[in-house]
Nanobody, 124 residues
Framework: QVQLVESGGGLVQAGGSLRLSCAAS????????MGWFRQAPGKEREFVAA????????QYADSVTGRFTISRDNAKNTVYLQMNSLKPEDTAVYYC?????????????????WGQGTQVTVSS
């Protein structure tokens, strides 16, 4: 089992920045590829970014490329999502997720563990 707890969400004006954190506990954090997803009201959960278990290989949704940066610190069992140049359409609940085997999955259903989510609201 892996427990994930997100933090860092909040209300920000368009053009602003936020950094989300996801703290993991339980099984070896470095054994998991990590992802960030988001879900806006009335919409399906969508992929935002992913980072490989070890190293710096990352993937991003087209909608956030160039604005968001995913990173991880395996010594702190934490994955981060730095969000810059935020837009109102970035408003959603943001979730971190862990996947044991697959790398590069953008499908929420393939992830093994999920956090409870943190709300990000971007005002215009």
């Amino acid at each position: 089992q892996v427990q994930l707890v997100e933090s860092g969400g909040g209300l920000v004006q368009a053009g602003g920045s936020l950094r989300l954190s996801c703290a993991a506990s339980g099984r070896t954090f470095s054994g998991y590829n990590m992802g960030w997803f988001r879900q806006a009201p009335g919409k399906e959960r969508e992929f935002v970014a992913a980072i490989r278990r070890i190293g710096t290989m990352t993937q991003y949704a087209d909608s956030v490329t160039g604005r968001f940066t995913i990173s991880r610190d395996n010594a702190k069992n934490t994955v981060y999502l730095q969000m810059n140049s935020l837009k109102p359409e970035d408003t959603a609940v943001y979730y971190c997720a862990a996947i044991a085997i697959l790398w590069g999955s953008r499908t929420a259903g393939e992830y093994d563990y999920w956090g409870q989510g943190t709300q990000v609201t971007v005002s215009s």
